[in-house]
């Protein structure tokens, strides 16, 4: 059984930090691409950033600078470090696998994220 499980969403004031961790069990982690989304209410889940099986990693445009994916294989955990957040880095992020692009993709259940003073 393929599990995600998110932890380390929190309340935190514009230009702080926090580290989300994603760890997985049921799934050969390494060959795995690892993703973090997020969404708000009313709007559709929206991808942050990828990291592949060989530590590539992309970032939304919002994000480029801000926040960092890395991935722990030995720990089969993949993070999001979230610097200088802002109030519209809110929502529930999740942590995502998929084998390849065209294949299913699993989820987490999802850590809340608010920024606000």
């Known amino acids: 059984q393929v599990q995600l499980v998110e932890s380390g969403g929190d309340l935190v004031q514009p230009g702080g930090s926090l580290r989300l961790s994603c760890t997985t069990s049921?799934?050969?982690?390494?060959?795995?691409?690892m993703g973090w989304y997020r969404q708000v209410p009313g709007k559709q889940r929206e991808l942050v950033a990828p990291?592949?099986?060989?530590?590539?990693?992309k970032y939304t445009d919002s994000v480029k600078g801000r926040f960092t994916i890395s991935r722990d294989n030995a720990k089969n955990t993949v993070y999001l470090k979230m610097n200088s957040l802002k109030p519209e880095d809110a929502a529930v992020y999740y942590c995502?696998?998929?084998?390849?692009?065209?294949?299913?993709?699993?989820w987490g259940q999802g850590t809340q994220v608010t920024v606000s003073s």
């Open positions: 995502s696998a998929r084998i390849s692009p065209y294949t299913q993709i699993y």
């Open positions: 990291i592949t099986s060989g530590a590539v990693t």
């Open positions: 049921g799934i050969n982690f390494s060959l795995y691409i």
